[in-house]
């Protein structure tokens, strides 16, 4: 028995990292103090934070592997997280390519459930490079197995993915409800029972906060943007990032004094991002912000150090829109001459690469300037330019949603996975197969003739163990949440107890299963079923019982399968469970 209580006790829980570990500056040497899949649950915890530190724990979790066998979940789950941690750092296309090989090595290992974290890592990789037909069939085929699977994780990562392409389209209505069905789930998800892959919560609220900034609703975005402020997972590079976005919403409120506030608290904190372009895209949105409250040199300077960082990655529409930033800054220090010339060569490029929103706006900068200057004809010019962009914008706006609509009609038009033909000529070989079956059946009387109760008692015993067996392997695969209800019954009659099972089996579920263990005991198995599910039909079970008096209070035992549990171990953890509730009866008898 203290055996059994010691492999209780150290069996690992199914939690979430402290956030003492979170935000620990060792994280790494604590980190690797841990078995792999708690690990594991760390990464990907720190990966959208902390990259740098999710990437040195990848590592060494592959050098590891080679000396160590890793199981097939936490082998995938390694694979995932490396695919994300890539996007973090910009490398899409090695990204791409491992999330194809993760989703083949997840089929071939049965292991379905996993897919749809691959297909929205290859999905999020193809929209940061602007391939928007292959990010959104893929996004609305990765939604689709996730709902398939129940997958709540891969459901919420995909509703955001989603909403990112909506806002993209200006599609603001459904990216809001997608945002906010994302959120609805998220603390379920998070409670999932075979943890993969899981963006932030801050994450969905800073999307939010954006979607309702584009709308021009500032108090939305404001109340959100402050919520993914205060928010446990807001740090690491996150934090300055909402602390910016912040910022930004006071200018477009025109309140000088909290945009000051939150930028003194970005200097103040000094946050450390690890990847560059992480860094670039920091840079660009302060040099907006400085712009504003009218710090010029420092806004140029920071304008220009995003500028260097995206030339070197070569991400040109990027590049192009913070030079539109340095040309308004030009203007503010008044070297018109380099405010121009910067337009006119973004104007451009913003040509050749079809990016006509962009080309629109910057236009409109040129024009207003001239205007300013009572070059009215000038000014005219580019006003024409102007809504000829607007046009090609909106031409080109229209084709995208005509792309996303037939990325779901792709969806909804998939058929259902074939099954496998039966054998050809059915009708030719079912005479044979019917002759198979009355010799069989023939035997099989004459066997029972010779020794009928043994050979019948062992069937049966050996009938139950084996669904038993199967139920609990079925849970283990498909890595979702089962219980187990020990029930006494030895205060209740025999001639009764056919009765007691009929009204167990009106207050379960389809998908429960009820067997006999012994003459005084009866086992409930509960499918996706929590600890906290089971003691609510443990207390229906109760009530059934209460109808047969008794002396001593009924013990039920409780107990809830872990992946390395077998039925022996289930049963004696459930029995543990069982003497405990009575311990405290017998001292009371005593």
Known sequence: MFSLLLFIVATPALSLPSQELLLSDDIIQKTQLLNVSEQLDVINSINSQKSEDARTLIE???????????????TLRLSLLRCFNLLEFGEFNQAITLAKQGELNARELKYDIARPYFIQCEASAHQSLGNTLQEQLQSEEALRLARRYSEKQAMVNGLYLRSRQNTNLENYNQSIEDLRLALDIFDEAQGQFQQWYLLPKSYLKAEISNVFFSLGDFKEALHFSETAYSGVSSFGKIKPIVTINLALIYISLDDKAKVLHYINKIEAANYKIDSERDIANQQALLAIIHLYIGDYDIAEKKASTSITIFTKYQEPIYVMRIKRTLAKIYFAQNKDS?????LNEIIEQ????????????????????????????????????????AKQATAKLNNAH????????????????????????INQNLAITALIILLLSIGLVFFLTKKPQAVLTDTKEETQQQRIDNILLNAKQGHYQMSMLLVNINHIRQVDIPYVEQQFQLALREQDELFRHSLDELIILLPHT??????RVMHQIEQILSNWKTDVKTSIGLASLQQLDTFEVLMKRAVLNQLSKMKPQDTKVI
């Open 60 to 74: 060494a979790l592959e050098r590891l592997q080679s000396t160590q066998s890793f199981s097939n979940v936490e």
């Open 338 to 342: 380099q405010a121009l010339s910067l």
């Open 350 to 389: 913003a040509s050749e690469l079809k990016q006509f929103s962009d080309l629109e706006e910057f236009n409109q900068i040129i024009s207003e300037y001239y205007a300013t200057k009572n070059q009215f004809e000038l000014a005219y010019q580019f006003q024409i330019q102007r809504f000829d962009a």
């Open 402 to 425: 005509f792309v996303q609509y037939q990325a779901r009609l792709a969806e909804q038009n998939t058929p259902p996975p074939i099954e496998d033909e039966l054998t050809t000529n």
């Open 530 to 535: 929590s600890s906290t599910g089971a003691v």
